[in-house]
């Protein structure tokens, strides 16, 4: 069965630092691939997605994440962290047998240092 | 706003009592998912539905049922509901394969 594995529960950055989140998936047949934001008290917000095409996607308040079928991976990033950004990150995948069905990961609390 | 519209917000119950959640998904979305999120499970697939019928089953308790209605909204029914059972449950929908979900801001169930 397909999974989703987020390393890092917490992750905390500095204002203007780096921001990385890990993602890794099971299945050996590529999915499509998704990351949501979670803010304090509201519903998940789509940031980007990939389905076909290139591998790496832009998406929206300046993240991106890049496709790599042979690391099984889709992490997440932002060259620069603002005190915005401090949410809770998914990641989510297919299901191969419903590729309606998504399968999320636990999640990653980003936290944001001035 | 997502477009996707929960009700209620809130939901304080008690024990072994009976609560229904209700879900408009965005205007044209066929699809509508329901979710649970819980500190300790993250967020469990429940159930889809495309176009009124079920689609596909996820780690729905029995005592949970679904349905989605002509005019496309959903609606969760939780029975004989138990402590383990307060949660967020948050409703999604869909327009096409592949497209990703818009969520709504979910309810909170308080179970007490």
């Known amino acids: 069965a397909q999974s989703v594995t987020q390393l890092g529960s917490h992750v905390s950055v500095s204002e203007g630092a780096l921001v990385l989140l890990r993602c890794n998936y099971s299945s050996s047949v590529p999915p499509y691939l998704f990351w949501y934001v979670q803010y304090p008290n509201q519903g998940l917000q789509l940031l980007l997605k990939?389905?076909?095409?290139?591998?790496l996607v832009k998406g929206i308040n300046g993240f991106e994440a890049e496709f790599k079928k042979s690391e099984t991976s889709f992490h997440l990033t932002k060259p620069s962290a603002h005190m915005s950004d401090a949410a809770e990150y998914f990641c989510?995948?297919?299901?191969?047998?419903?590729?309606?069905?998504?399968?999320f990961g636990t999640g990653t609390r980003l936290q944001v240092f001035p | 706003d997502s477009g996707v519209t929960q009700t209620p917000k809130h939901l304080i119950t008690a024990t072994g009592q009976r609560v229904t959640l209700r879900c408009s998904p965005r205007s044209g979305d066929l699809s509508v998912y329901w979710y649970q999120q819980s500190l300790d499970q993250g967020l469990q697939f429940l159930i889809q539905?495309?176009?009124?019928?079920?689609?596909a089953k996820g780690n729905i308790l029995e005592r949970f049922s679904a349905q989605q209605f002509p005019d496309l909204h959903s609606e969760l029914n939780l029975s004989s509901l138990e402590l383990g059972d307060s949660a967020l449950y948050f409703c999604?929908?869909?327009?096409?394969?592949?497209?990703?979900?818009?969520f709504g801001s979910g309810t909170r169930l308080t179970v007490v």
């Open positions: 990939y389905t076909t095409g290139a591998t």
């Open positions: 989510a995948v297919s299901d191969p047998g419903n590729t309606d069905k998504l399968i």
């Open positions: 539905y495309y176009n009124g019928e079920e689609r």
């Open positions: 999604a929908s869909s327009e096409r394969e592949n497209y990703g979900y818009t």
